[in-house]
């Protein structure tokens, strides 16, 4: 099975920051890689799909970027509705998994 | 517009069984792939099941032998038949829409999600 690593798994930025968080493949995956948004209460939100392409309607401050075993998911320049979880997913081979989470904390 | 709205969670008692539905508009069910992702209370998200147009499926190994996803055309709905509950399926579970990028289907939307509680 191949194991997705996120790190932080917790962060605490200010409104405005760039903040930076990174998901690793325990082996090659392309760029079968998506990112997601969970606010609390509510279900996950697609943001990016192959591992760069960011999907409609979602604020250009959003990017991914990555191929193989390292990916990452920026946000240039956090909001204050950006506060929420962030999960790595990839859908190279069954069984599909999911990262761990990192929880973003607006100081 | 495309939805999806999870209905059937509950308490049942471990060993027991539940099935959940996930009834689809603005697309047909037969069309597409759809998948279980369950997450558990404070835990992150796992999948769980995925059904294909085709008809064939896959099972995350936790579920495996004990949970059957299925849909009804007719009904435009998909199901997963859980049995053998064990404390440790306890979870919200969301069936989330196949979106079809070349060969491959990330998962776009999501429906709200269905409680089910495993205990006794």
């Known amino acids: 099975d191949i194991q997705l690593t996120q790190s932080p798994s917790f962060l605490s930025a200010f409104v405005g920051d760039r903040v930076t968080i990174t998901c690793r493949a325990s082996?090659?995956?392309?760029?079968?890689l998506a990112w997601y948004q969970q606010k609390s209460g509510k279900a996950p939100k697609l943001l990016i799909y192959?591992?760069?392409t960011l999907q409609s309607g979602v604020p250009s401050r959003f990017s991914g970027s990555g191929s193989g075993t390292q990916f990452t998911l920026t946000i240039s320049s956090l909001q204050p509705e950006d506060f929420a979880t962030y999960y790595c997913?990839?859908?190279?081979?069954?069984?599909?998994?999911f990262g761990g989470g990192t929880k973003v904390e607006i100081k | 517009e495309v939805q999806l709205v999870e209905s059937g969670g509950g308490l049942v008692q471990p060993g027991g069984s539940l099935r959940l539905s996930c009834a689809a508009s603005?697309?047909?069910?037969?069309?597409?792939?759809i998948n279980w992702v369950r997450q558990a209370p404070g835990k992150g998200l796992e999948w769980v099941s995925i059904?294909?147009?085709?008809?064939?499926?896959y099972y995350a190994d936790s579920v495996k032998g004990r949970f059957t996803i299925s849909r009804d055309n007719s009904k435009n709905t998909l199901y997963l038949q859980m049995n053998s509950l064990r404390p440790d399926d306890t979870a919200i579970y969301y069936c989330?829409?196949?979106?079809?990028?070349?060969?491959?289907?990330?998962?776009?939307?999501w429906g709200q999600g269905t409680l089910v509680i495993v205990s006794s």
């Open positions: 192959s591992a760069s």
């Open positions: 603005g697309f047909s069910v037969s069309n597409t792939y």
């Open positions: 997913q990839h859908i190279d081979s069954y069984p599909l998994t």
């Open positions: 059904i294909y147009s085709s008809g064939s499926t």
């Open positions: 989330a829409k196949g979106w079809v990028v070349g060969a491959k289907a990330w998962f776009d939307p």
């Open positions: 082996q090659g995956i392309s760029t079968y």
